[in-house]
């Protein structure tokens, strides 16, 4: 048979079919090649579109982490966000390799509630942007999936914001009762002459305000990240995470009033001068990590009060007790 009948034949009878399929194959992963090369293109244009738009929040959250000690957890918070999208890798979704339009709708929305923050000077509504903005550009380059996927590490961003001042405002005042109360009570369980009047301990020729910043609020809500981020990195059951999360109160409560205590012991028998550079100067950063190990508490106690055990079904208890195939059950 000569080539062009034996061509014709291997095209009737599929032998030349081999040939298109490699010819398939070649061009997908040129297309795929070129759909990520897509993609990091635009993550790459839309990263320093981030960095010009978002420089003077940017400039006021490194200032807030640097110049609060409250809210020095700051900066560690998006290095978290990242460890929870890292730690679900496996459960990623499949991205999507075209551009999903409605995210343009977020980020046209997010650009709307920054003109408004500009108009109106506040700050702190432009800095919560920001997690709003990474989920339009998560939507618009990788699809609806990948977005929700990532959605509780991003809303985790939002502990890196320190709180508008009149709802800072609103919530230290009753804050600010709870601690004058239990730290005059703890004072006078040390022997001490501590008497409460509104929001001052007079404490013997001392006075000590318990002001707004001392009210444990932003302690409260560095308590409340950490208790949120153990959550969102170890798999509990729902009960054992209502557990962590209301144990936040108490434990913050705690933490507050060992700092107003401890400066008052510091007034009664070093001097104002120590008492005053303690609660300035080391009182944050000690109260979060005395924070931390009262929380860790909380979970060893969770712990050793509910054990895991181990499940096993019926026919594997049944097949490691039964004696194993070709052993006799009774030797001498």
């Known amino acids: 048979m000569s080539s062009p009948l034996r061509f014709a034949a291997d095209q009737v009878h599929g032998t030349a079919l081999p040939n298109a399929n490699v010819l398939v194959e070649t061009i997908a992963p040129a297309s795929n090649s070129r759909r990520v090369y897509t993609s990091l293109v635009g993550a790459v244009v839309l990263a320093a579109l981030f960095a010009w738009a978002y420089a003077p929040t940017l400039r006021y959250l490194l200032t807030a982490w640097n110049d609060q000690p409250d809210y020095s957890h700051g900066i560690l918070v998006p290095l978290l966000s990242i460890f929870f999208l890292w730690k679900w890798r496996d459960s990623l979704p499949e991205v999507s390799g075209r551009i999903a339009w409605q995210g343009l709708i977020v980020l046209v929305a997010v650009v709307g509630m920054r003109y408004g923050a500009a108009r109106l000077h506040l700050t702190q509504v432009d800095a919560w942007t920001?997690?709003?903005?990474?989920?339009?550009?998560?939507?618009t380059l990788t699809g609806r999936a990948v977005a929700l996927w990532s959605l509780p590490a991003l809303a985790f961003l939002y502990f890196m914001v320190p709180?508008?001042?009149r709802m800072e405002h609103l919530l230290s005042l009753p804050l600010q009762s709870i601690a004058t109360q239990l730290s005059v009570w703890s004072l006078q369980c040390l022997g001490q002459p501590a008497i409460a009047e509104a929001h001052t301990i007079h404490l013997g020729s001392h006075k000590l305000e318990v002001e707004q910043a001392c009210s444990g609020l932003r302690m409260l809500?560095?308590?409340?990240?950490?208790?949120?981020?153990?959550?969102?990195?170890?798999?509990?059951?729902?009960?054992?995470r209502a557990i962590l999360l209301v144990s936040v109160v108490p434990v913050a409560l705690a933490a507050n009033t060992a700092?107003?205590?401890?400066?008052?012991?510091?007034?009664?028998?070093?001097?104002?001068e120590a008492g005053q550079k303690f609660s300035h100067d080391f009182a944050g950063w000690m109260m979060i990590l005395f924070a931390v190990a009262l929380f860790g508490g909380v979970l060893w106690y969770l712990q050793r009060l509910f054990p895991e055990q181990q499940k096993m079904q019926l026919r594997d208890l049944l097949h490691a007790e039964s004696p194993q195939e070709g052993s006799s059950p009774n030797r001498r």
Do not use: D, N
């Not at 205590?261 to 070093?270: D, R």
């Open 259 to 272: 700092r107003i205590v401890i400066t008052g012991l510091l007034f009664q028998y070093v001097s104002s």
């Open 163 to 165: 709180l508008p001042y």
């Open 130 to 139: 920001i997690p709003v903005w990474i989920f339009g550009v998560v939507w």
């Open 221 to 240: 809500v560095g308590v409340l990240a950490l208790a949120v981020g153990y959550v969102l990195m170890f798999p509990k059951s729902w009960w054992e």
